[in-house]
Every structure is written in structure tokens, then in C-alpha cells.
């Protein structure tokens, strides 16, 4: 049986977060020529954690960055995991890509419909609204294709109800 630590819990952060602060490192590597040392962004409830980058890399009309998952005390099987993001140009809008360990939806009734990368509403607003901040900041179109990936994620998803 596993015991609460003594003390306050060890705050840590959703994928969908670091999945943010990788979309935000990776296009602010696409426009300005250079990856930040760290990214800041704004969670739902106003809290703006600092997440330093563990992952770059670029090419001609892409960037990827990734950040290292740390869930804090919470039993998360994703603790660890690398959550990357690549962006490039694209048109359209926003437009979300299921890269290397990221499901796609297969039944309909969740709010994603069937064929689209299994990434929640919320994480997808709010990496929508860091690509609309760093458009605007930068004179960029908002039109990004976002690719997010978890290297080892079909094994990590085993071990979750995905396979259920």
C-alpha cells in the first residue's frame, strides 16, 4: 500500500501544459531564429509556470522543442515522458497532428471527433491561444500545423485505460 508523503504535495504539470510550453518554444525558435532557454505560459486558472526546455531541434520551415513531463506527486505514468512539439507553416488556422505515441479518437462521443489527435479541448485552446499570442507579438499568420509526440508513449499508454 502506498503512503501519502508527509507535508504539502509536490505541484507538477498536466502533458497538456508542457505540450503548451513546447509549442510556444518551438514557434518562437520558428520566428525569431532562436529557441528561449525556458518558456512561461498561462494555465486555465491564471498560474504561469516556467518550463525550462529539454529538447531542440529545427530545419527549413520547422522547429520542434520538447519538455520533460514532471507530474510532481501525483502517481502519473507520464512522469518522465518527453512531450514534443513540431510546428510549420501551414494555412487554415490551427490544425493538430498526432505524432510518434499520440492516439487518434476512433469512437464518436468524446468531445474530439473520430480521425483527430487524441488531445483534449482544453490543451488545444491553450495551445491555440499561445499560436494567436505569438502571432500577434511576431506579424505572423496564425496558421500552424502542430505536431505533438511522446517518444515511448504507446508503451507509457499501455499501463493507462487507453488500451480499454
Known amino acids: ?85 513540431r510546428v510549420a507553416a501551414s494555412s487554415g488556422g490551427v490544425v493538430f497532428r498526432a505524432g510518434e505515441g499520440v492516439g487518434t479518437v476512433t469512437k464518436p462521443g468524446l468531445p474530439i471527433a473520430p480521425g483527430e489527435p487524441a488531445i483534449n479541448p482544453v490543451p488545444r485552446e491553450m495551445m491555440t491561444c499561445a499560436v494567436a499570442e505569438l502571432a500577434a507579438a511576431h506579424g505572423q499568420p496564425p496558421d500552424i500545423e502542430i505536431t505533438i509526440s511522446v517518444p515511448g508513449g504507446a508503451e507509457i499508454a499501455q499501463k493507462t485505460w487507453n488500451p480499454r
Request: with cysteine; charged share 20%.
Open 1 to 85: 500500500m502506498s503512503r501519502k508523503p508527509q507535508g504539502e504535495l509536490r505541484r507538477g504539470w498536466t502533458t497538456g501544459a508542457c505540450a503548451t510550453a513546447a509549442v510556444k518554444a518551438a514557434l518562437t525558435r520558428l520566428w525569431t531564429g532562436a529557441f528561449p532557454a525556458e518558456v512561461t505560459i498561462t494555465l486555465p486558472r491564471g498560474e504561469t509556470p516556467c518550463f525550462p526546455l529539454a529538447h531542440r531541434d529545427s530545419g527549413p520551415g520547422w522547429a520542434e522543442a520538447g519538455i520533460t513531463k514532471d507530474a510532481g506527486d501525483d502517481p502519473d505514468v507520464t512522469h518522465g515522458a518527453l512531450i514534443l512539439a
